[in-house]
T-cell receptor, first 113, second 111 residues
Framework: KQEVTQIPAALSVPEGENLVLNCSFT??????LQWFRQDPGKGLTSLLL?????REQTSGRLNASLDKSSGRSTLYIAASQPGDSATYLC????????????FGTGTSLTVIP | DAGITQSPRHKVTETGTPVTLRCHQT?????MYWYRQDPGHGLRLIHY???????DKGEVSDGYSVSRSKTEDFLLTLESATSSQTSVYFC??????????FGEGSWLTVV
């Protein structure tokens, strides 16, 4: 079973700060890695997807990177805003286990005005 | 947005009763999934489907069954609900590039 770890479990930052969320995975045959946002009582919204052949993806203030050799992905959020407060999850899709995704338990982010 | 609708969104049921959750998608995606999300465990795969009448077990399949008679519908059934099945259930599908999309969730309470 592939393991996906997100540390820290919770993070509080003041508004305007740049921050990095971490995702570690054990799969050496990763196919892609996806970052999601989840608001309380809601489903998961896809933010960025990085294919195994890519190093990073950007969308607005978000930048996600992938380093397969170290088994790590990061989500960089620039100039954080209170509206960024949510839980952020990562999920990896393995090349070895069919179309099964493995999820981290998430980092709960609070941006303080 | 992959046009995923889950029903019911909220349900309270008694121990021992059968419960069926429905997932409907409008994008003609081949793969469909049922996950449960619990504090401390994250998202865990219950069952998934890779086509009509083609399903397979996930990590936590005991006590659950699924059916997929049409591409757009994937049903999750709890044959005899237990309190340990109180959870939030998410349906998901995969689209191009293996991007995974989620429904809004179904909150199930077994009393």
């Amino acid at each position: 079973k592939q393991e996906v770890t997100q540390i820290p479990a919770a993070l509080s930052v003041p508004e305007g700060e740049n921050l990095v969320l971490n995702c570690s995975f054990t799969d050496s045959a990763i196919y892609n890695l996806q970052w999601f946002r989840q608001d309380p009582g809601k489903g998961l919204t896809s933010l960025l997807l990085i294919q195994s052949s890519q190093r990073e993806q950007t969308s607005g203030r978000l930048n996600a990177s992938l380093d397969k050799s170290s088994g790590r992905s990061t989500l960089y959020i620039a100039a954080s805003q209170p509206g960024d407060s949510a839980t952020y999850l990562c999920a990896e899709l393995s090349s070895n286990t069919g179309n099964q995704f493995y999820f981290g338990t998430g980092t709960s982010l609070t941006v303080i005005p | 947005d992959a046009g995923i609708t889950q029903s019911p969104r909220h349900k309270v049921t008694e121990t021992g009763t059968p419960v069926t959750l429905r997932c409907h998608q409008t994008e003609n995606h081949r793969y469909m999934y049922w996950y449960r999300q619990d504090p401390g465990h994250g998202l865990r795969l219950i069952h998934y489907s890779y086509g009509v009448k083609d399903t397979d077990k996930g990590e936590v399949s005991d006590g659950y069954s699924v059916s997929r008679s049409k591409t757009e519908d994937f049903l999750l059934t709890l044959e005899s609900a237990t309190s340990s099945q109180t959870s939030v259930y998410f349906c998901a599908t995969t689209g191009s590039g293996n991007t995974i999309y989620f429904g809004e969730g179904s909150w199930l309470t077994v009393v």
